[in-house]
């Protein structure tokens, strides 16, 4: 179901449309994320702007003043009663832009958020025809297709709200979950050594 997402009738929505449906969905569920592309762009974050600008230094140090806002966010997720479980596909060797990434991810893991790796191989067998597209499933509510330009900006979402859509793309999805590997453990073995990227 995954693979067939792209083809499923769903309305469009910009990006201001998007969050607020986000935002109205998000609440007792379990919030499943997978990401399947390995480049994009993060216009106005601070910290992508730096590495784009080719400053690595100054990118790690914006990233970590965000720890104590990561922080609070994964505990208004826990209060809201939202279980998070996050995908990243990763292929090798990493892109500058994903190891970028990886270092906000590391935050997001270590503050409590189950985030894991998935190589990119485990998937395939779902790429017959393209790659996987970036899914947000919010329980059994809504699952979102987020859209992205060629340059890799996101603009909005296409939603789809059948019932058994949700629930077969949220099964593929937990069957790839067992696959994975802690984003922790990722990080240290694969991540942590590289030299500074060159975007």
Known sequence: M????PDVPGPELDLASYSDA???????????KLER?????????????????????????LNERERDTVRAKVAEDESLGVESRRLRVV?????????????????????GEDLRVIDASSVRHLEADRLLPEVVILGDRALFEVLYDAEGTAYG???????????EAGREVADLYVATEPLLDYFVREIAPLPAPVP
Do not use: C, N
């Not at 995954?2 to 997402?5: E, F, G, K, R, W």
């Not at 979402?157 to 629930?167: G, L, Y």
């Open 2 to 5: 995954l693979d067939l997402i």
């Open 157 to 167: 979402a296409r939603r789809i709200d059948d019932p058994q859509v949700i629930a």
């Open 37 to 61: 592309r390995q480049t994009f762009r993060e216009p106005g974050m601070p910290s992508w702007e730096a590495f784009a600008a080719g400053d690595w230094d100054r990118a790690l140090e």
């Open 91 to 111: 292929e090798h060797p990493v892109t500058p832009y994903l190891q970028w990434e990886m270092q906000y991810f590391r935050l997001l893991a270590e503050a």
């Open 22 to 32: 986000f935002d109205e969905a998000y609440k007792q569920i379990v919030f499943w």
